[in-house]
């Protein structure tokens, strides 16, 4: 059974940066983790950005764009969300998530858009 694992959450002032990163583990054959949500207390999981989610290129939410940056190391099958001039609105677990490379996907933005997902790691931004 695949799992994605994060790690790299914590407790970060606002306006200082935060790296999460994110690997399969377990049977992870072509499972590789492309996108990151983040889900506040209260709220819907929402979509932070993704690469080679489509295409080539990278989304992001117009929420981090420009403070976040997602990167991935195909060789160490490894995606890293690297956030900065971090806001109290950006505390939330945050998930990263999958697809199944059997499967043809017609969005990206939403949850269901993806298969596999990790149990998050919390960051949050005080001050």
């Known amino acids: 059974q695949v799992q994605l694992v994060e790690s790299g959450g914590g407790s970060v002032q606002a306006g200082g940066s935060r790296g999460l990163s994110c690997t399969p583990s377990?049977?992870?054959?072509?499972?590789?983790?492309i996108a990151w949500f983040r889900q506040a207390p209260g709220k819907d999981r929402e979509f932070v950005g993704c690469?080679?989610?489509?295409?080539?290129?990278?989304y992001y939410a117009d929420s981090v764009k420009d403070r976040f940056t997602i990167s991935s190391d195909y060789a160490k099958n490894t995606l890293y969300l690297q956030m900065t001039s971090l806001k109290s609105e950006d505390t939330a677990v945050y998930y990263c998530a999958a697809r199944s490379p059997s499967k043809v996907y017609s969005g990206i933005y939403s949850p269901d858009d993806y298969d596999y997902w990790g149990q998050g790691t919390p960051v949050t931004v005080s001050g």
């Open positions: 690469i080679r989610c489509s295409g080539t290129s990278t």
């Open positions: 377990g049977r992870a054959f072509r499972i590789f983790p």
